[in-house]
C-alpha cells in the first residue's frame, strides 16, 4: 500500500486509486479454496475534472440474485445498480460506476477472452466514459483499462 492506506495504479495517462478496505473486501472474496465460486461485482468512485485521476469509493459484492461457478459469473442482482444509483444521488453526481471487477483461481491473473468480451459490451454501454476493469488473484490484483491505441486492453502498474 502506498500513503494513506491505498495502493495507486498508473498508467495511459491515468491512475486509480484504492483504499486498503477494498483489497481487504476483494481478498475475502479470492478463490484460494478449490470449489470457492469467482468473487464478483461493480466499482464506484470518483474522478477528478481533467479525468486523469480517479479514486474507488465503494465496491459491491455478490447478491443472492447473481450466479457464479468456480469460472464463471452473472453479475444479474438490481441490487448492483442500487447501490450505484445512491451512491450518485447522495454525491451530487460525483460518485459514478467506474468498472467491473471479479476473481481469478490463478496467481498473476490474465483476462480471458470471455472477460475481454464482456468488457467490450461494458464500455459499449457506457460510452465516454473511462471503465476500469480488476481481476484479483491469489497473489496480485492487476487493473485493466481499454487501450485507445488498439483493439485490447492495457494493464495499469501498481506504485511501488
Same mark, same amino acid.
Given at each position: 500500500m502506498s500513503s494513506q492506506n491505498e495502493a495507486i495504479f498508473r498508467g495511459k495517462g491515468l491512475s486509480l486509486r484504492i483504499p486498503e478496505r477494498v483489497f481487504s473486501a476483494w481478498n475475502d472474496c479470492s478463490q484460494v479454496e478449490m470449489l470457492t465460486p469467482e468473487g464478483f461485482g461493480v466499482i464506484i468512485g470518483s474522478r477528478t475534472k481533467a479525468r486523469n485521476e480517479y479514486w474507488v469509493d465503494n465496491i459491491t459484492t455478490p447478491y443472492s440474485g447473481d450466479q457464479a461457478t468456480r469460472s464463471s459469473f452473472?453479475? +444479474?442482482d438490481t441490487n448492483h445498480q442500487k447501490l450505484v444509483d445512491m451512491?450518485? +444521488?447522495r454525491s451530487g453526481g460525483t460518485c459514478i460506476y467506474l468498472g467491473i471487477w471479479h476473481t481469478h =483461481?490463478?496467481?498473476? =491473473?490474465? =483476462?480471458s477472452t470471455v472477460d475481454k468480451k464482456d468488457w467490450v459490451a461494458c464500455i459499449r454501454r457506457n460510452p465516454g466514459r +473511462?471503465?476500469?476493469?480488476?481481476?484479483v488473484g491469489l497473489n496480485e490484483i492487476r487493473v485493466f483499462v481499454r487501450s485507445r491505441w488498439c483493439l485490447g486492453f492495457t494493464q495499469l502498474k501498481k506504485d511501488g
Open positions: 452473472k453479475l +444479474q451512491a450518485f +444521488q =483461481p490463478e496467481l498473476a =491473473p490474465m =483476462p +473511462q471503465l476500469f476493469f480488476v481481476i
